[in-house]
Nanobody, 120 residues
């Protein structure tokens, strides 16, 4: 069994900052990618940022320069530092982990999601 758990969401004013954390645990052999997706009201889920085990990063253009993704491989944890937040960043943020378990060479797991609301 693998668990992916996010934390750190909440309500923040426009221009503010927030940091999300996500930890993967369980029967994990190795993690290929960890990243963040979001789904705003009435919108489809979209990629925010993803980081590989080697540190390669892909960031959506809508958040580039404002959001920073980082990863602690020893803790199987990924972080999303969000600065200069805008109302359009309001969404449920989901953590995603693509990993290898003892029985699966490649599997995708999702967290339960954490709400981020940007409003004055």
């Amino acid at each position: 069994q693998v668990q992916v758990v996010e934390s750190g969401g909440g309500l923040v004013q426009p221009g503010g900052s927030l940091t999300l954390s996500c930890a993967a645990s369980g029967s994990i052999f190795s993690i290929y990618f960890m990243g963040w997706y979001r789904q705003g009201p009435g919108k489809e889920r979209e990629l925010v940022a993803v980081i590989s085990s080697g540190g390669d990063i892909n960031v959506a253009s809508s958040v580039m320069g404002r959001f920073t993704i980082s990863r602690d491989n020893n803790k199987n944890t990924v972080y999303l530092q969000m600065n200069s937040l805008k109302p359009e960043d309001t969404a449920v943020y989901y953590c995603n982990a693509v990993l290898r378990t003892m029985t699966q060479s490649r599997a995708t797991y999702w967290g339960q999601g954490t709400q981020v609301t940007v409003s004055s």
